[in-house]
């Protein structure tokens, strides 16, 4: 089953999902999302298995991360745990993936996230081809998301 998913109904998912539940409005950002090297960045991941297969994944800088999920979880920036990052991180891949699933895939199911977090370090999925992906801006930092589909899928 091969799915497609314009670059307007991602760009309204994220903007859906980090404006409502994470108070941040985005920018469209022209640029490839490059990490964050120095102070860091998460990968967090959700796949989708059913009829369709893939993944959505998101790109974060720390310091977007950490502004969104003070946000998410109602707390100060500067008394967020590393773990309440990573959960929170997560939570957005969870409802990020949980709206692109009811777009192109709604019978499919989400499995529980994947969530990796430091510096200069390498994440990818295998059988992985980009769908689609759209780079953000905030002023904390930027964000990539990606939905990716299963190579080989009919």
Not at 10 to 20: H, K, N, P, R, T
Not at 112 to 119: H, I, K, R
């Amino acid at each position: 089953m091969s799915c497609t998913l314009s670059k307007d109904q991602l760009a309204s998912v994220v903007d859906e999902v980090f404006g409502c539940m994470a108070g941040m409005q985005l920018a469209p950002a022209p640029a490839t999302f490059r990490p964050d090297q120095q102070n860091g960045y998460i990968v967090s991941v959700v796949q989708i298995v059913g009829g369709w297969k893939g993944a959505v994944r998101l790109d974060i800088d720390m310091a977007f991360a950490r502004q969104a999920c003070a946000h998410l979880l109602g707390v100060d920036p500067r008394n967020l745990s590393t773990d309440d990052i990573r959960d929170a991180a997560g939570e957005l891949a969870n409802i990020t993936g949980g709206s692109v699933k009811t777009l192109i895939a709604p019978t499919s199911s989400l499995s529980l996230p994947s969530v990796a977090m430091g510096q200069n370090y390498e994440f990818s999925l295998p059988q992985g081809k980009v769908l689609q992906q759209s780079s953000f801006r905030h002023e904390s930092g930027s964000l990539l998301v990606s939905v990716l589909e299963k190579s080989g899928q009919g």
